[in-house]
């Protein structure tokens, strides 16, 4: 079974960037879409960004297009995630996630039923 181990999170002021790593166990990372997904108090987990299995294709929400940029480095079993300008509104626990299909991406890879493993998460919190 994978395991994924986020960073990289912490405390900072809006306009900050901050850069999240997750990095995967196994020996098959590279064959999967990997997505983030965030949840807020008293809020249900949300779609960030998710990339293909080669890195070409990316989705992401609305919210954070032009300010939030995923990657992929399969050599080193790990994702990333550059998050730029940030926003009190972006504060959250930030989740690292395997999709449960090999080469798939879809309209259907924002949804978070369609990722079978996750990481603990890392507290992203962006004061005002």
């Known amino acids: 079974q994978v395991q994924l181990v986020e960073s990289g999170g912490g405390l900072v002021q809006t306009g900050d960037s901050l850069r999240l790593s997750c990095a995967a166990s196994?020996?098959?990372?590279?064959?999967?879409?990997m997505g983030w997904f965030r949840q807020a108090p008293g809020k249900e987990r949300q779609f960030v960004a998710c990339?293909?299995?080669?890195?070409?294709?990316?989705y992401y929400a609305d919210s954070v297009k032009g300010r939030f940029t995923i990657s992929r480095d399969n050599a080193k079993n790990t994702v990333y995630l550059q998050m730029n300008r940030l926003k009190p509104e972006d504060t959250a626990v930030y989740y690292c996630?395997?999709?449960?299909?090999?080469?798939?991406?879809?309209?259907?890879?924002?949804?978070?039923?369609?990722?079978?493993?996750w990481g603990q998460g890392t507290q992203v919190t962006v004061s005002s």
């Open positions: 996630a395997q999709h449960t299909r090999v080469y798939s991406m879809a309209p259907s890879s924002k949804d978070p039923k369609n990722f079978g493993s």
């Open positions: 990339i293909s299995s080669g890195g070409v294709t990316t």
């Open positions: 196994g020996r098959t990372f590279s064959s999967y879409t």
